[in-house]
């Protein structure tokens, strides 16, 4: 099985600040790369996601992230925080070449104080 | 198209009875996930079907879990004499038939509570 690392288990920032989530995957081979996030009580949506090509990927509500292939990161970003961005941010990676399963990190509890 | 949709969304089952939470994908979704979701431990898998199959059941605690996803019908996670430390969010996702490059979509989760 593949494994997922989220190192910042809880992020505190003020508003404005910039943000970047960390993450690393194990398997060597293939992948696909995913960030979701979750607000209070709801599911997980889908932030961006990486399959191939630029390994800069731009997603929703002004978040990037970067795969850089020989560190096995794919690490999150935003340059300004906002007080509605508080949630909880998973990553996830998953490979069409061990069975297709979704592997998740712990996630990253974020804290927006505005 | 609706999302993933899940039910109950809240589930309250005394020790010892059973729960069975219910997930219907997407439409033209085949492949159906079922995660727990602990507090402090993230989203842990457990199991991966697509219709009438079993892919994957190594998340799946040996005794008292099952899963299906029959021909017709929602899947099902069936967790048999709850016990205390089965409370947590349950949620489903799924995926369209025939596409290895895409995300996985979620339902709004069962949050079962055992008393």
């Known amino acids: 099985a593949q494994s997922v690392s989220q190192h910042n288990h809880h992020v505190i920032l003020s508003e404005a600040a910039s943000l970047e989530l960390g993450c690393n995957y194990s398997?060597?081979?293939?992948?696909?790369l995913f960030w979701y996030v979750q607000y209070p009580g709801q599911h997980l949506q889908l932030l961006l996601k990486y399959f191939s090509g630029d390994p800069l990927v731009k997603g929703i509500k002004g978040f990037e992230a970067e795969f850089i292939k020989s560190k096995f990161s794919f690490n999150l970003r935003k340059p300004s925080v906002q007080w509605s961005d508080t949630a909880e941010y998973f990553c996830a990676v998953n490979s069409p070449n061990t069975g297709n399963q979704f592997y998740f990190g712990t996630g990253t509890s974020l804290t927006v104080i505005p | 198209n609706a999302g993933v949709m899940q039910n109950p969304r809240h589930l309250v089952r005394r020790r010892g009875q059973e729960a069975r939470l219910r997930c219907s994908p997407m439409k033209g979704h085949s492949h159906v996930y079922w995660y727990r979701q602990l507090p402090e431990e993230g989203l842990k898998f457990m199991v991966y079907?697509?219709?009438?199959?079993?892919?994957?059941e190594s998340g799946m605690p040996k005794e008292r879990f099952s899963a299906e996803f029959p021909k017709e019908g929602p899947s099902i996670l069936r967790i048999q004499q709850v016990v205390r430390g089965d409370s947590a969010a349950y949620f489903c996702a799924s995926r369209p038939d025939g596409a290895r490059t895409t995300e996985a979509f979620f339902g709004q989760g069962t949050r079962l509570t055992v008393v």
């Open positions: 079907l697509q219709k009438e199959n079993i892919i994957d």
């Open positions: 398997y060597g081979g293939t992948v696909n």
